[in-house]
């Protein structure tokens, strides 16, 4: 089984910056290269991929969001972090972690961050 706990978000003013923190456990981590990312969901809205990154380092990231946000792990502690910053109301969303590992894959509860004056 895998746990991911979520943290970080809320309310943000438009420009400024936000960090959501995902930390996973679970025997997967030990026996699979785990590709970690968010995705996102805005009501009415499909969910989308934010970012993501493999276990080696690589990322990818959403046209939207290139240049704004950044996705980064620690391979230690299994946990991936998403660095926000010159946020935009249409950043808001219900953000969701993800892990991926050959076998399967698993989301958080998910996070909201809403970005308004």
């Known amino acids: 089984q895998v746990q991911l706990v979520e943290s970080g978000g809320g309310l943000v003013q438009p420009g400024g910056s936000a960090r959501l923190s995902c930390a996973a456990s679970g025997s997967i981590f030990s026996r699979w290269s785990i590709t970690m990312g968010w995705y996102r969901q805005a009501p009415g809205e499909q969910r989308e991929l934010v970012a993501s990154i493999t276990s080696g380092g690589n990322t990818n990231y959403a046209d939207s969001v290139k240049g704004r946000f950044t996705i980064s792990r620690d391979n230690a502690k299994n946990t991936v972090y998403l660095q926000m910053n010159t946020l935009k109301p249409e950043d808001t969303a219900a953000y969701y972690c993800?892990?991926?590992?050959?076998?399967?894959?698993?989301w958080g509860q998910g996070t909201q961050v809403t970005v308004s004056s």
């Open positions: 993800n892990v991926r590992w050959p076998l399967g894959t698993s």
